[in-house]
Structures are given as structure tokens and as C-alpha cells.
Nanobody, 124 residues
Framework: QVQLVESGGGLVQAGGSLRLSCAAS????????MGWFRQAPGKEREFVAAISWSGGSTYYADSVKGRITISRDNAKNTVYLQMNSLKPEDTAAYYC?????????????????WGQGTQVTVSS
């Protein structure tokens, strides 16, 4: 079983930047496709971005294209979410998860392996 730990969240003003990290353990990280998701209070979990196990393919939600970049460092067993030009609408708990690329690439959100989340709050 893979364990995922998110970090890097915090309070930032609109227009600012944050870099979230998801550290994985328990199995070979380089073999896992990864996704980032978010959930705001009272809202359903929303797909944000995904990256294939090799890092060669990425997919982004339309709402974050141009502002967010997903990347991974397999040597460090870590996937990153660089978020720029943050908006109050980006306020949410952010989670990472593992899943089949065939599902992540279409923005599926019903995965079984999740991290515990890191809170991002963007003030206006």
C-alpha cells in the first residue's frame, strides 16, 4: 500500500504562488501515475491535474490551465503542484492520489488511495 503525504499549503494573497508537494512511500514511486485534486467546503472533490508515471504526459483542468504546473521527481518520490496567480476560488483542501493513467487523464476523482490533504487559502 502506498502512503501519500501532502504539504506546502498555507495562506496566500490573491496573485501569489504556492508549491505543493506530495511525498510517496510504500512502493516504487516511479511506477505510479499521480493526480492532484481539491475540495472546497460544501463542494465535491474536483480534479486539478495529473501526471503519468514517466512524467511524459500531463493533464489539467480547464480552470487551472496556464496557472498550475504538475511535475514529479521520481528520485525523491515526490510530485509537485506549482500554483501561480492564485485566486480566491482556488481556496480548498488539496489532495494527491494514485490511479491508472487511463482514468486520471480524463479527470476521474473516485480513487481509493488518497493523501490527507493540505489546506490552501487564498485571500482577496
Amino acid at each position: 500500500q502506498v502512503q501519500l503525504v501532502e504539504s506546502g499549503g498555507g495562506l496566500v494573497q490573491a496573485g501569489g504562488s504556492l508549491r505543493l508537494s506530495c511525498a510517496a512511500s510504500g512502493r516504487t514511486f516511479s511506477m505510479l501515475s499521480m493526480g492532484w485534486f481539491r475540495q472546497a467546503p460544501g463542494k465535491e472533490r474536483e480534479f486539478v491535474a495529473a501526471i503519468s508515471w514517466s512524467g511524459g504526459s500531463t493533464y489539467y483542468a480547464d480552470s487551472v490551465k496556464g496557472r498550475i504546473t504538475i511535475s514529479r521527481d521520481n528520485a525523491k518520490n515526490t510530485v509537485y503542484l506549482q500554483m501561480n496567480s492564485l485566486k480566491p476560488e482556488d481556496t480548498a483542501a488539496y489532495y494527491c492520489a494514485t490511479g491508472a493513467w487511463s482514468r486520471l487523464r480524463v479527470g476521474a476523482t473516485d480513487f481509493g488511495s488518497w493523501g490527507q490533504g493540505t489546506q490552501v487559502t487564498v485571500s482577496s
